[in-house]
């Protein structure tokens, strides 16, 4: 018995160690987001990835090509790094479902992306492999992006392995 509650403890409190927003808190603000509209044409991006000690250890900047046709937006992203390293490309296609509900896929995801439209706010949740050293770990990203207004975003992505926030990425994004 006291096994069990042992393991129930640390299961508990391993569960709140990574970051969960609640976005029914942005549902009535505003201004609203729409994820189409926004990334439709280009937009570029800064960011900046922090390790769990708060540390820099990527510094970046990303130009992005949104085309839409019907209900699927493409992404193309060209990253260019000041600190550190990481992927030079990725392709997104992110599919608006009838339900209003995100999926998308990525040439480095693992399986599929979903996503959810909170007035301002939009949540993407998906997992990857990254390197670290000469390792991959498989992580979990859950991103919050936040319209400020119809040309500028901010985006908050918390990078999350075994129940724990691991490190976060912070971008600001701004449409040409």
Known sequence: MKKICFILIVAVG???CATSLDGERYRLVGPSFDLFEFF???VRAWGL???RGGEVVQKFEVKIRGTVIGNQ???D???RYAIGTGPEKRVWKVDRLDNGEYRGVANDLLGEATGLLYGNAFRWSYRMEIPVGNTLYEVGFQDWFWAIDDRRLFNRS???KFG???AEVTIFMERQ
């Open 73 to 75: 937006i493409t992404l």
């Open 164 to 166: 724990f926030d691991m």
């Open 158 to 160: 918390y990078i999350q």
């Open 14 to 16: 391993l569960a709140g």
């Open 40 to 42: 439709n044409g280009t």
């Open 77 to 79: 992203e060209t990253f």
């Open 49 to 51: 990835v922090q390790d």
